[in-house]
T-cell receptor
Framework: AQSVTQPDIHITVSEGASLELRCNYS??????LFWYVQSPGQGLQLLLK??????LVQGIKGFEAEFKRSQSSFNLRKPSVHWSDAAEYFC???????????FGSGTRLQVQP | NAGVTQTPKFQVLKTGQSMTLQCAQD?????MYWYRQDPGMGLRLIYY???????DKGEVPNGYNVSRLNKREFSLRLESAAPSQTSVYFC?????????????FGPGTRLTVT
């Protein structure tokens, strides 16, 4: 079965600093991979997705992610974090047989002024 | 175009009570899903419906039932609520023919069972 792991439960960065959130996956074939963001009290919003092709994927709100097959990783990055980026971030991949998603446990981002 | 809507937003139940969480989507999607979100566990699939008239169990179906009322609506029922069902519930929809796994989420229902 597929799995998605987010090793960091909580990350704090200063506003204006760069950000990298880690995601590791286990999947035999080329995976579909997603990053979602959940602002406090809100539902999940898709930031970006990778299906195939260029391994560097651009998303909304200035985020990007790079697929690295050799490291089984799909890390999310942003060059300069804004206070409004404080949220919880989820990496996701397809589940088995149901076209639903399996999610990582999430990384909560705190932004310091 | 409201996307995915869920009602209620908040609910408090006593152990043993029943309730139905409602979900509707206006994007003409075929597939709909119910997830629950618990701290440190991400989202876990409860049930899904690939198309109108079909439903299937997900990872954590025990204690829940679902109804795909029509293409737009997918409800989740707790027949006898338990404290372990305290969680945030999200409904989602997708059009698998267009984009196999991209899902659109509702704002969630925060349920507390005392």
């Amino acid at each position: 079965a597929q799995s998605v792991t987010q090793p960091d439960i909580h990350i704090t960065v200063s506003e204006g600093a760069s950000l990298e959130l880690r995601c590791n996956y286990s999947y035999g074939a080329t995976p579909y991979l997603f990053w979602y963001v959940q602002s406090p009290g809100q539902g999940l919003q898709l930031l970006l997705k990778y299906f195939s092709g260029d391994t560097l994927v651009q998303g909304i709100k200035g985020f990007e992610a790079e697929f690295k097959r050799s490291q089984s990783s799909f890390n999310l990055r942003k060059p300069s974090v804004h206070w409004s980026d404080a949220a919880e971030y989820f990496c996701a991949a397809p589940g088995t047989g149901r076209r639903a998603l399996t999610f990582g446990s999430g990384t909560r981002l705190q932004v310091q002024p | 175009n409201a996307g995915v809507t869920q009602t209620p937003k908040f609910q408090v139940l006593k152990t043993g009570q029943s309730m139905t969480l409602q979900c509707a989507q206006d994007m003409n999607h075929n597939s709909m899903y119910w997830y629950r979100q618990d701290p440190g566990m991400g989202l876990r699939l409860i049930y899904y419906s690939a198309s109108e008239g079909t439903t299937d169990k997900g990872e954590v179906p025990n204690g829940y039932n679902v109804s795909r009322l029509n293409k737009r609506e997918f409800s989740l029922r707790l027949e006898s609520a338990a404290p372990s069902q305290t969680s945030v519930y999200f409904c989602a929809s997708s059009e698998v023919r267009a984009d196999p796994y991209e899902q659109y989420f509702g704002p969630g229902t925060r349920l507390t069972v005392t």
